[in-house]
Each structure stands twice: as structure tokens, then as C-alpha cells.
């Protein structure tokens, strides 16, 4: 029977390291505190999460409109929209090791955690990363990254107007990096320098922002789903007026029962018209909507859903994180959902060394390449050793290119041997059902 294990997310760690998921960043210069390199099998789960989340919330509907703006905006953006002033953590500094902390993470203020020293007092540490622009300096070449994607919606949400003339409501939205100078990055993935986001602002009318919060609330819950977390294991922390950023006026975070506490990984916040009245003053553009039907003109108000992607794909390797007994070996599998798994199916010959096993095993492969991309031919090792590799990747069938497929057995000719993951059950299928059976 399978079981989740306690020190989960230093096995967690291992696997993504020993796999390809996941390397420290520079790691042969010593890496860097913060930041953090995808492999091939990490790349490939990073990508199907956001492409299932592109066709969830942009795709498969008709009010929103994608964009993809700059990394880097000029201080004048970050000074409207409030960030210059308010995006801080508190930062204590050791008086002897000059190790600093975020206060707010420590249990003791009063000791460093690190060598027994004195933590001196208590400072607002911005967050924000600047940059500097152009060849000369100067404060008008100060621009900084963003510490989040919703300010490239709102200074775009003009451009949406005038191109696209939407009807309320509707949405601008993106998938990005965003970068936070964290005091103390920790926890792998969790809390780092350089993350990625999905996110959208949904313009509304200020009398109905209620209704689109609970409708967007719902759909947070139900994409849990999509990709395999359970949402028994997602508690909502409605957070206080003390605890919510500058421009919200409701906030509810979505965290995960983990092994490091409750993680934050999606929230959704109404962020009312804080932002686009801050741009007007700052701009001196008009970024109101008018509504020819109604024959009115306001300055929407805005729900915000974001998803922390690498946070979420964190929790998706966390959950699917499985050992058990198989055959009387132990062995440890990833049962993630086969919607996200970076290889839907691994092809194999049962023998490397014969080539007429090969040759049909390729055929097969080229064959289902076609239609499902992410599709993996493997002839390395022998077979047993395949399959616990391919479990611990979190492939959901591997596909064995036997002698009875090429007729040894005539009642089994253009047939294979399929493997559930999650079982270790085989089956005989035809070549030709396969892809109709991965599918």
C-alpha cells in the first residue's frame, strides 16, 4: 500500500535533482541564494501547467484578452501603483555575524538563529529590484523589475480598449516572471528570487464586485483539480485588514497542508480601482471605461486571481510524491495527473541489443509523436530499470516492444505491452487502439 513519508520534501529535493526536474542555479560557480534552474523533465511539467492554465482561463473563454509585457518598468509605474512605499518585509540584522533575517520568520527576535548573537532593530526592507538603464547615470535611468505582473495589465488597459473595444467585464492576462529581493529565501522552490506567475485583472463594475469574486473564488478551487492537488489538502485563509497588501480590500489565500506548514500557492484579492486612479494621477491618461450600451463612464474596479505556477508544480511533485511496495521491491513513483506529467508514455524495445525489436519500437514511437508530443523512447538499461526510472519521472504507461509483437505469438502480432504506473498491471493492446487508449 502506498504512503506519504515524513521527510518529504528532502526526498522531494533528491528525486527532482537525481531526474532533471530541478538544478540549483550556477550551480558549478557555487550557486545563488534564490534562484533556480528547470531541467528538461522540470521545463516540461512547467510548461503543461501553464498551457493547461492558458486554456482554462483564456482560451476556452471569450472575455479575456492574453498579453505579455515587460520584465523591467520604469520607477514612474512602481511609484503610482504604490510599490516603492509599501512592498516591504521586515528585516532584522545580527549585530555579529551580520546575517539577516525576515522578522516575521523568526520565532526568537532577539537572537540570531545562526551564531547566538544580538539581532539588532527591526527595518522595513524594500523588496523591489532596480536596474539601471542607458550608458549614463542618473535617477531618471532608474527603472526596476517587476514584483508583480498586474501593473503590466493596468498600463496596457488602455491599449486593450482602443484595439479590442471589450465589453464588460472582461480580463487582461498574462503569464510571466516576477522578481522579489527575499531576505531569506528557503524551502527549495517555495520562497525565492525569480519566480513565475499566472495572473488576471477582471474589470468590473464596483456595485457587482462581490459576485465576481465568489464566481472566481469557485474556479480557483475547481483548477486544484486539473492538476492533481487535493483540494481537501487547500484551505482558504481570508486574510485581515492588518494582513493584506496596500491596495486590497479582500483578500483569500489558497494554502496547502505541507511538510514545511501551510503554503501559499494561489490568492485572489479585490484590488477595487486603487490601481487604475493611481495610474490616471500618475499618467495624466483617461483609463476609464465607458459603456456605450448603458451610456455610462466609470473607472472599473478589479478582481485579481493570481497562481504561483512554481509554487503549484512544487505541491503537484509533493502530492504525487509516492512510495510503496511493487513485486516485493520497493520502489518511489511520482503519480502525477497525466495531464501535467512531462512524459505522457515512454516506449521501449524489450532488448536494445536486437534490432528488428528496435526497429518496431521506433515505428511505434514516430507514430504516437505525432499526435502527443511529449512522448519518450527509451532503450536504456534493462527493463526493470526503465520502468522505476519512468516511475519516478511520473510517466503514467510505458509501452514494451516485445517478440509477440512481431509475431512470435501470430494471435499477439501488432500488439504491445502496456504498464499502468500506478498499479504495475500490463496489458495487450494493438499498436493501433494506442493512441486512442493514451489519449
Not at 522531494?12 to 534562484?35: A, D, H, N, Q, T
Not at 451610456?295 to 503537484?316: C, D, N, Q, S, Y
Not at 505525432?370 to 516511475?391: A, M, S, T
Amino acid at each position: 500500500m502506498a504512503e506519504k513519508n515524513d521527510n518529504l520534501m528532502e526526498k522531494v529535493i533528491s528525486l527532482c535533482k537525481r531526474r532533471g526536474f530541478i538544478f540549483p542555479s550556477s550551480e558549478i560557480y557555487g550557486g545563488l541564494s534564490g534562484f533556480w534552474d528547470y531541467g528538461p523533465y522540470g521545463a516540461e511539467l512547467a510548461y503543461r501547467i501553464k498551457d493547461l492554465w492558458w486554456n482554462r482561463f483564456v482560451r476556452e473563454r471569450e472575455d479575456m484578452y492574453g498579453i505579455a509585457s515587460s520584465i523591467i518598468m520604469p520607477e514612474a509605474v512602481w511609484r503610482a501603483s504604490g510599490h516603492l512605499k509599501n512592498f516591504t518585509d521586515p528585516l532584522v540584522e545580527c549585530e555579529k555575524c551580520h546575517h539577516r533575517f525576515r522578522a516575521d520568520h523568526l520565532k526568537n527576535k532577539e537572537v540570531c538563529p545562526d551564531c547566538g548573537g544580538k539581532l539588532g532593530p527591526e527595518k522595513a526592507f524594500n523588496t523591489m529590484f532596480p536596474v539601471q538603464i542607458g550608458a549614463t547615470g542618473g535617477e531618471s535611468d532608474i527603472a526596476y523589475l517587476r514584483g508583480e505582473l498586474a501593473q503590466g495589465m493596468f498600463v496596457n488597459f488602455k491599449n486593450i480598449l482602443d484595439t479590442f473595444h471589450p465589453e464588460a467585464p472582461f480580463g487582461i492576462v498574462q503569464i510571466g516572471k516576477a522578481f522579489r529581493n527575499e531576505i531569506s529565501p528557503r524551502d527549495f522552490i517555495y520562497r525565492v528570487r525569480e519566480f513565475e506567475i499566472a495572473e488576471f485583472e477582471y474589470f468590473i463594475k464596483e456595485s457587482e464586485w462581490e459576485k465576481h469574486f465568489e464566481y472566481w473564488r469557485n474556479e480557483m478551487v475547481e483548477w486544484l483539480g486539473d492538476i492533481g492537488i487535493n483540494k481537501n489538502n487547500v484551505k482558504e485563509n481570508d486574510l485581515s485588514a492588518d494582513d493584506r497588501a496596500h491596495y486590497s480590500k479582500r483578500t483569500i489565500d489558497f494554502e496547502y497542508q505541507g511538510p514545511i506548514g501551510d503554503m501559499e500557492i494561489q490568492a485572489i484579492a479585490y484590488r477595487t480601482d486603487y490601481d487604475l486612479k493611481n495610474h490616471i494621477e500618475g499618467s495624466g491618461t483617461d483609463l476609464s471605461f465607458r459603456d456605450e450600451v448603458a451610456g455610462e463612464k466609470f473607472v472599473p474596479h478589479v478582481i485579481e486571481p493570481t497562481f504561483g505556477l512554481g509554487r503549484l508544480m512544487l505541491v503537484a511533485l509533493l502530492e504525487a510524491y509516492t512510495e510503496d511496495e511493487l513485486g516485493g521491491e520497493k520502489r518511489t513513483y511520482l503519480k502525477l495527473n497525466k495531464n501535467i506529467a512531462p512524459v505522457r508514455a515512454a516506449v521501449f524495445p524489450l532488448l536494445k541489443n536486437k534490432p528488428e525489436l528496435v526497429s518496431k519500437a521506433r515505428e511505434v514511437y514516430s507514430m504516437l509523436k505525432k499526435e502527443i508530443p511529449n512522448i519518450e523512447f527509451d532503450d536504456n538499461g534493462n527493463i526493470g530499470k526503465r520502468y522505476r526510472r519512468q516511475d519516478e519521472i511520473g510517466t503514467p504507461n510505458c509501452i514494451t516492444i516485445d517478440f509477440d509483437t512481431l509475431g512470435e505469438t501470430p494471435d499477439l502480432k501488432d500488439t504491445v505491452t502496456l504498464r499502468n504506473r500506478d498499479t504495475g498491471e500490463q496489458e495487450r493492446v494493438k499498436i493501433s487502439e494506442l493512441k486512442e487508449k493514451l489519449k
